[in-house]
C-alpha cells in the first residue's frame, strides 16, 4: 500500500478566530448599494466604512481602537452628492484616503488624528475626468500621489493627486463595464477584467495591451483578477453551469491555465485578497458566511486549498489590513474586518506557534509607508520596488502627515483633452487641513459659549423681575 505523503507547508493549520463582542464596531448602518466593492478599508490607524446616509453619499471613518457602539451622531465624510461605490487608503500615507462616487468624481481627503467635531465636508482635492459613474480606486503600490479610477464610461484615468492634475487616460481599451483594476508589485502594469469576457494586462504608461485572454471563465458573471507576487494572474469567475472557479495564469502564455479548479455552486462574486509575503489568497463571497484560503506555490497543484474558515452572518463586505499593520506577537498572518448589516466584526487569521519569539519565517520584510519613486518618476518611465520594512519590533503608525496640493500653473501646462479637469479646494497650497480643524473646533465652541452667555442673560433679567415683583 501506499502512504499518501502530507504536502509541507507553514501555513497549513492557519486558523480563523473573530474577536470578542467589546472589540467589535456596533450601529453601523452599513451602504445597502449594489455594487460588487468590499465597503470597507482599513490600515493600521484607521477603519473606513461606506454607509447610509440621506441627500449624498458619505462614508465613516474610525479610529482602529474605538471599538463598541458607535455613536449616532459620529462625523461622516461627506462631499458626495451620490452615493460612495469604493474607498482605497492611501499606502503612503495613513491620514488620505480616495474615494468614488456614483457623482462621477473622485475626492481625496485628509482624516485627522482625533475625532473631529463635526462632518469632514471638504475634500482636500476633487478628481474630475469621468462622465459616467466611478466605481473603482486604486493607489499606485510605489509611486507618491499617483491615483487609479475606473468608471462605467469605460474609461481608467491616472491622476497625479499632488498637483491634481490628469496624467494617463486609457481610452478605447474596454469596449465594456470595467469589473476590476489591479496594480503588479511594482506598479509597471495594470490587470483589468471586463464584461466584454477579457482579461487585459496594461502597460498604462505605453497606453498598450501587453496580454489578453478571453473567457477565462466560461460563465457570464463577473470575473476578477489579481497580480501575483511571481507575476502570475489569479482569476475567480464562473463556468458555464454557474459553479465558482478559481484560475491560475502565465500572462505570456495565456491560451493554457497554469491551474483551473471548480469550487461551488453559489451566485456572489468572490473578491480575492492577496499576502504576497505568505503567498496565500483569500476568497471571500458578497454574501457567503465563509473566507476560503489557499496557498499558491511552484509545485502541482499550484493553488493548493488550506482551509475555510465560516460563521452563521452573510458578509456585507470586508476590509483587508496591510501586514505592517497586524499584531506579530500572535503569529497574526491576516485581519479581516467582516461587515454586516449593522457591524463590522474583526476576524484574525493566526498560524499556531509555541515560542513567543518573533517568527521570522511568517514575517518577512514587507512594503513600508515610503513610497519608491515620486509620481513625475514614475510617468518618465522608472519602476522600482517597493521599499520593505522588518515588523520585528512591531510598526508604529506615523503621525499626521499633511497631503499639499500644489496647483501648475495653467498658463505654462496644456489643459487635458477634452471637458475633463480637477480642482482643489483652493488654488495655491491647501491650508494646513489639521489647522482648519482646530480652528473650526474653536469657532464651535465660541458659538456654543456665546448661546450659553444670551440665555444666562435672559435668565438673569428673568430673576429681576421677579425679584422686583416681590418687593
Known amino acids: ?44 490607524k484607521f477603519l473606513a466604512i461606506i454607509v447610509e446616509s440621506g441627500g449624498g453619499g458619505a462614508f465613516m471613518v474610525l479610529p482602529l481602537a474605538k471599538t463598541g457602539r458607535v455613536d449616532k451622531n459620529h462625523p461622516l465624510v461627506t462631499g458626495h452628492t451620490a452615493p460612495v461605490l469604493d474607498i482605497d487608503w492611501c499606502p503612503h500615507n495613513d491620514n488620505v484616503i480616495a474615494s468614488a462616487s456614483e457623482d462621477t468624481t473622485v475626492m481625496v481627503w485628509q482624516i485627522p488624528d482625533y475625532v473631529p467635531v463635526r462632518s469632514i465636508t471638504e475634500p482636500v482635492v476633487t478628481l474630475e475626468g469621468h462622465s459616467k459613474r ?9 509611486a507618491r500621489n499617483v491615483l487609479l479610477s475606473a468608471g462605467c464610461d469605460n474609461l481608467v484615468i491616472l491622476w497625479n493627486v499632488g498637483t491634481g492634475e490628469m496624467l494617463l487616460a486609457l481610452e478605447d481599451m474596454h469596449t465594456d463595464l470595467i469589473y476590476n483594476v489591479g496594480w503588479n508589485r511594482n506598479g509597471s502594469l495594470l490587470v483589468t477584467t471586463c464584461k466584454d469576457k477579457k482579461v487585459r494586462v496594461i502597460d498604462p504608461r505605453k497606453q498598450t495591451v501587453v496580454a489578453e485572454r478571453f473567457a477565462p471563465h466560461e460563465g457570464l458573471r463577473p470575473v476578477r483578477a489579481i497580480f501575483t507576487r511571481e507575476g502570475h494572474i489569479f482569476t475567480t469567475g464562473f463556468t458555464r453551469m454557474s459553479q465558482r472557479e478559481l484560475g491560475l495564469w502565465d500572462p505570456k502564455n495565456f491560451e493554457e491555465p497554469i491551474a483551473l ?40 497543484p499550484y493553488v493548493h486549498y488550506l482551509n475555510t474558515y465560516s460563521s452563521k452572518e452573510p458578509q456585507r463586505g470586508m476590509g483587508f489590513m496591510p501586514k505592517r499593520g497586524l499584531d506579530v506577537s500572535k503569529c497574526e498572518i491576516a485581519r479581516f474586518f467582516k461587515l454586516h448589516e449593522r457591524k463590522c466584526e474583526p476576524i484574525v487569521m ?47 503608525p506615523v503621525k499626521n502627515r499633511e497631503l499639499k496640493v500644489v496647483k501648475k500653473n495653467i498658463l505654462d501646462s ?11 479646494t483652493s488654488n495655491a497650497d491647501i491650508s494646513t487641513p489639521a489647522l482648519d480643524e482646530v480652528l473650526e473646533e474653536i469657532r464651535v465652541l465660541k458659538e456654543t459659549v456665546q448661546a450659553q452667555e444670551k440665555r444666562i442673560s435672559a435668565l438673569e433679567q428673568k430673576l429681576c423681575q421677579f425679584t422686583n415683583g416681590t418687593d
Open 350 to 396: 493566526t498560524v499556531p506557534r509555541k515560542s513567543d519569539l518573533f517568527q521570522d519565517d511568517l514575517y518577512p520584510d514587507t512594503p513600508g509607508p515610503e513610497p519608491a519613486l515620486e509620481a513625475d518618476e514614475w510617468l518618465s518611465g522608472k519602476d522600482a520596488e517597493p521599499i520593505l520594512i522588518s515588523l520585528r519590533d512591531g510598526y508604529v
Open 134 to 142: 466611478v466605481g473603482i480606486i486604486c493607489w499606485h503600490p510605489t
Open 414 to 424: 496644456k489643459p487635458p483633452p477634452g471637458p475633463r479637469r480637477s480642482h482643489s
Open 261 to 300: 479548479q471548480e469550487m461551488d455552486t453559489s451566485n456572489g462574486v468572490l473578491l480575492p485578497f492577496y499576502d504576497a509575503d505568505s503567498s496565500i489568497v483569500y476568497l471571500c463571497g458578497k454574501g457567503d458566511s465563509s473566507i476560503r484560503y489557499f496557498e499558491i506555490t511552484d509545485e502541482a
Open 1 to 44: 500500500m501506499s502512504r499518501r505523503v502530507v504536502r509541507q507547508s507553514k501555513f497549513r493549520h492557519v486558523f480563523g478566530q473573530p474577536v470578542k463582542a467589546d472589540q467589535m464596531y456596533e450601529d453601523i448602518r452599513v451602504s445597502k448599494v449594489t455594487w460588487d466593492s468590499s465597503f470597507c478599508a482599513v490600515n493600521p
